[in-house]
């Protein structure tokens, strides 16, 4: 099983990226999915969920309205568009197989504040 992320940056606070997360190695179809971020000294902190097939996301809510979850199961991939980033969205993200308790993480991708 293996989760690669890719698209970090650096961003300018007001701006928008998208991050993606290629899968392989199980039935990603068949799989629920998370994204989660973890700031330097703190626990992580869970951002949003797709359900297998992607009809259903889900959002915590300091990012609900900006962040958009979505999933391209022929390609095996999801993705996290986030727009009007904050200062305090900058940080290291995660994918993750399933909900909570999550069982693959890859290995972050880097959101970095830009003045």
């Known amino acids: 099983v293996q989760l690669v992320e890719s698209g970090g940056g650096m961003v300018q606070s007001g701006g928008s990226l998208r991050l993606s997360c290629a899968a392989a190695?199980?039935?990603?179809?068949?799989?629920?999915m998370s994204w989660v971020r973890q700031a330097p000294g703190k626990g992580p902190e869970w951002v949003s969920a797709?359900?297998?097939?992607?009809?259903?996301?889900y959002y915590a809510d300091s990012v609900k309205g900006r962040f958009t979850n979505s999933r391209d199961n022929a390609k095996n991939t999801l993705y996290l568009q986030m727009n009007s980033l904050k200062l305090e969205d900058t940080t290291l993200y995660y994918c993750?197989?399933?909900?909570?308790?999550?069982?693959?993480w890859g290995q972050g991708t880097q959101v970095t504040g830009s003045s």
């Open positions: 993750a197989s399933g909900l909570a308790p999550f069982g693959t």
């Open positions: 190695g199980f039935t990603f179809s068949s799989e629920d």
């Open positions: 797709i359900n297998a097939a992607g009809g259903s996301t």
